[in-house]
Nanobody, 115 residues
Framework: QVQLVESGGGSVQAGGSLKLSCAVS????????VGWYRQAPGIQRESIAT???????VYADSVKGRFTVSKDNAKNTVFLQMNDLESEDTGVYLC?????????WGQGTQVTVSS
């Protein structure tokens, strides 16, 4: 069983920045992958940024060059630095991890970007 707890969401104007954190209950290198998804109203949940088992980050085209995913293994925490935010980035951001062939989800944190 893996627990994930997100924090750091909020409201920001377009062009601003936010940094999300995800506290994970197990040692990060034990995970097959970990990353962030976004759920916007009326839009299918999409993968935004993932750190694969090899440690390589993978980004959705919509956030490349603006978002950076990173992790601190000593703190079992995953981060999502979001810069140059756009109104289209509004949504609930969920941390997700894959472990022993199962996917686990956090409860999500709301990000609202006003133009």
């Amino acid at each position: 069983q893996v627990q994930l707890v997100e924090s750091g969401g909020g409201s920001v104007q377009a062009g601003g920045s936010l940094k999300l954190s995800c506290a994970v209950s197990i040692y990060l290198p034990a995970l097959e992958s970990v990353g962030w998804y976004r759920q916007a109203p009326g839009i299918q949940r999409e993968s935004i940024a993932t750190i694969t088992g090899s440690g390589s980050p993978v980004y959705a085209d919509s956030v490349k060059g603006r978002f950076t995913v990173s992790k601190d293994n000593a703190k079992n925490t995953v981060f999502l630095q979001m810069n140059d935010l756009e109104s289209e980035d509004t949504g609930v951001y969920l941390c997700s991890a894959r472990y022993v062939l199962r996917r686990y989800w956090g409860q999500g944190t709301q990000v609202t970007v006003s133009s």
